[in-house]
């Protein structure tokens, strides 16, 4: 007779950000195959379900660090965890103000259907914080899979429009692509090792029974494939242009700030990891890290130069950012990792701030791309002064502006890498930052210093709308001028 498999004890408590996560989106999926009463609190209860999760991690943050792992230790609700969720769910939380729709915009967004688009963000949502609290890399593909599946509906989710199919489609078949090296680096690593938890695994090479470095290797760079795809690093960021312009514009929102937030929240956990850095690969990974920073930076920042179409200039600014943050990688210190956190708050708040001005234009030109291009932005100073100067605060801390999130979180991502003696490395950042300010200060000069060839539609900006860029732009500036707050509680992660 074949004995029964023994289950590894679940610590449901430790479990219960994601529990409420996830039984908040199947409220709000079942809200939204209901009569017409609930369909219509699907937005509010949407961003209610957020709260009980946050409530739940924030419980757990003076947790011993010995009581902070579940299910053989397959799952960790550290401090490092739990601060990657808050920053996850606050994401969400913009995205739903972001896409509850005006009134004139309500009828077309119930063709598509408004509750499901709630609850596959929600869902989205479980599959990163999944990612941010795992050690395991099977656990870790799981919430990389729970994060892909409903960002492809999303991206799709204006289903009459073909650039949303499109972008669809191709988001699709190469993140399936990205996935099979994911999976596939997986097992070799298991292979090399028997295990696919990241302790053991370094455990296994210190006692040197790794069964061949050239299969531990190889795995690692498989592996690693899915998750720069995810960052949009180079050379796996040709997808991210084309998927970002074609995708509805609170869903590009969502996807810049929270995607590459769950990415190098799941990358951290890799390669701060001893076998990472301290087994026998160290010096490959180091240059090999070093020159997909600078070529991420520079490929991002010289296409965005040339680009009319304000979500593809953002989407490419985005690979530079990912550059940024692989910098800080690279120097590897206790400075350069708080810096990530630090950088990856920043820039949620400056991105969603962003792009909610852009929903707020293309809805006015009727939401079907026509607000998306620079030109549309002519004039807006005079004709929108609130509105253009909360653009203006979003590019500035893009730039890296003195006052502004941005500035601070590149200055202490310069500043790790300096420490770290990357001084070539820093100088390409730095010198990118200063390329990167032509097309920012390109939008600013055209919504101030040009008039539109024709007197455009009046922007009805919904209050939702303007309460996420009140939120997104107090963000900034809080973090511009108040940042020692945030410093301390990234510098209290257990990395």
């Known amino acids: 007779m074949t004995p029964a498999l023994a289950l590894p004890p679940i610590d449901w408590v430790l479990l219960a950000p994601f529990v409420l996560m996830a039984a908040g ?58 601060c990657f969720n808050l920053l996850f769910l606050l994401t969400a939380g913009l995205t739903v103000l972001l896409s509850m729709p005006s009134h004139a915009a309500r009828e077309e967004r119930n063709r598509a259907g408004l509750g499901e688009f709630f609850s596959l963000v929600l869902f989205a949502t479980s599959g990163m914080m999944l990612m941010a609290s795992s050690t395991n890399l099977l656990v870790l593909f799981l919430g990389l899979e729970i994060l892909s599946l409903p960002l492809y509906i999303l991206v799709g989710f204006t289903r009459w429009q073909d650039r949303s199919l499109e972008a669809s489609m191709k988001y699709f078949l190469l993140g399936a692509f990205s996935t099979g090296f994911t999976i596939y680096g997986m097992a070799l690593m298991y292979a090399a090792t028997g295990t696919l938890d990241l302790t053991l695994m370094t455990d296994a090479v210190a006692a040197g029974q790794t069964g061949g470095s050239t299969i531990l290797l190889a795995g690692f760079g498989f592996a690693m494939v899915g998750f720069l795809f995810k960052i949009a690093a180079f050379p796996f960021h040709y997808w991210l242009p084309d998927v970002y312009e074609g995708a509805p514009t609170s869903v590009t929102a969502f996807m810049i700030a929270g995607t590459k937030a769950a990415a190098f929240a799941a990358v951290l956990r890799i390669v701060t990891a001893p076998l990472f850095w301290d087994g026998p690969y160290t010096l490959d990974w180091t240059r090999l890290l070093t020159v997909l920073a600078a070529l991420t930076m520079t490929a991002g920042n010289v296409v ?192």
């Open 25 to 82: 989106a199947v409220l709000v999926t079942l809200l939204s195959v209901g009569p017409k009463s609930a369909r219509a609190a699907v937005a509010p209860v949407s961003l209610a379900a957020l709260f009980p999760p946050a409530w739940a991690a924030i419980r757990l943050w003076d947790l011993p660090a010995v009581e902070t792992s579940t299910m053989e230790g397959m799952i960790v609700m550290d401090r490092y965890a739990i």
């Open 304 to 495: 965005a130069l040339v680009q009319k179409n304000i979500k593809r200039m953002l989407a490419f600014s985005s690979i530079a950012h990912a550059g940024y943050l692989m910098v800080a990688v690279v120097a590897h210190s206790a400075d350069g990792l708080t810096s990530v956190v630090y950088y990856l708050a920043a820039y949620l708040f400056m991105n969603l701030g962003a792009f909610a001005v852009v929903l707020a234009i293309d809805q006015a030109r009727g939401g079907a791309g026509e607000g998306d291009f620079i030109a549309s932005y002519a004039g807006l100073g005079r004709r929108h002064p609130a509105l253009a100067a909360a653009m203006c605060l979003f590019l500035f801390s893009l730039t890296g502006v003195p006052l502004t999130g941005g500035f601070l979180a590149k200055f202490y991502i310069f500043k790790a890498a300096f420490d770290a003696e990357l001084y070539g490395l820093a100088a390409v950042g730095l010198l990118n930052s200063a390329l990167a300010a032509a097309y920012y200060l390109n939008v600013v000069l055209t919504m101030y210093m040009k008039e539109p060839v024709s007197e455009p539609p009046a922007v009805h900006t919904p209050a939702p709308l303007w309460l996420g860029i009140a939120a997104s732009a107090a963000g900034v500036i809080y973090l511009g001028v108040f940042p020692s707050r945030i410093m301390e509680l990234a510098q209290d992660l257990l990395l």
